[in-house]
């Protein structure tokens, strides 16, 4: 090491440190810290310990991730998940097992052609998702109807803040409906004869709604940008409506092994000189992990 680096400020070593060869192995190094996070951890006594492991080799040795054999590996642990507890696993779990098989399959080309493989992998691999997510709540009488949100906004916690910022629900209602949801579950009552009386202020009917149809369109048109052939506009508006989705959604509901994974592929489809959009998805993914502290809760 020369005199000037030792000279140069700390965090300027730092990036210089933690700066891969190129994208294609700062996406692989952020996929292996996702899994870290958000998946592998999770994974019982056995692919747990060996999911996690794989994920910190991954992450302290950039170029040992940069193989397709790594990924293949970690694609065998994931579907390895998926044999044993199909039934416990989140949608997002599936995502990343696909992202991580495409990372495999990238990584064993050419090292050329590496980062356009990915890229045109990551573009398919959204479009799709957003498609059957589409076309699962179009075919939902549930969700189609508004009943699905007006449900887990007083259910899910995660719903909770916006329903008190934006709906009128007060921390009384949601208390009420949560003794309701603990009661209806005990085995000695069932529901027979049971009256369930919910608190649902008249401000929530409106609010599902909204969500509902905002959830639909812009997924509906993600899906579409991302599967029409390429062209500037087009990977323009690619990038400007997944990152309005992104900053959008997980403000609400911060579903970070989801989110994640939807921006690194958004980075990885982005062209190399498209450096401010890159750096708008690396913005993204660290506003999703900061997201989950409940960032609407400062306002109810």
Not at 77 to 88: E, G, S
Not at 159 to 170: N, S
Not at 255 to 267: A, P
Request: aromatic content about 12%; some cysteine; charged content about 15%.
């Amino acid at each position: 090491m020369t005199l000037d680096a030792v000279r140069e400020p700390g965090w300027k070593r730092l990036v210089a440190f933690l700066r891969p060869a190129d994208a294609v192995e700062l996406v692989a190094r952020l996929t292996a810290l996702h899994l870290l996070m958000h998946i592998v951890s999770y994974g019982g006594e056995l692919l747990g310990p060996a999911g996690v492991a794989w994920s910190v080799a991954g992450i302290v040795f950039g170029r040992f991730c940069r193989r397709a054999g790594y990924w293949s590996a970690m694609t065998l642990i994931l579907f390895a998940r998926v044999i044993l507890d199909t039934d416990q696993l989140d949608n997002h779990f599936y995502l990343s097992m696909y992202w991580s098989g495409a990372l495999g399959l990238c990584l064993s080309l050419p090292r050329e052609k590496q980062a356009a493989a990915l890229g045109e992998n990551a573009r398919w691999l959204l479009g799709l998702c957003m498609l059957f997510a589409v076309i699962w709540k179009i075919l939902s009488p549930d969700y189609l109807s508004g009943a699905f949100f007006h449900f887990f906004l007083v259910a899910d916690n995660r719903f909770h803040d916006l329903a008190k910022l934006v709906a009128g629900v007060t921390q009384a209602d949601l208390d009420h409906n949560l003794r309701v949801f603990t009661e209806v579950q005990q085995p000695l009552i069932g529901l027979h004869g049971y009256a369930v009386d919910l608190r649902l202020p008249p401000g929530l009917r409106p609010l599902a709604v909204l969500l509902t149809w905002w959830t639909i369109v812009i997924e509906a048109v993600i899906a579409l940008v991302f599967l029409l052939p390429s062209t500037r506009e087009v990977m323009k508006a690619r990038h400007l409506l997944l990152l309005v989705f992104a900053f959008s959604t997980y403000l609400v509901a911060p579903v970070k092994g989801f989110g994640v994974t939807l921006m690194l592929m958004g980075f990885a489809n982005c062209p190399a000189e498209w450096k401010c959009w890159r750096w708008a998805y690396v913005m993204a993914m660290v506003y999703i992990e900061i997201s989950a502290i409940g960032l609407l809760s400062y306002f109810t």
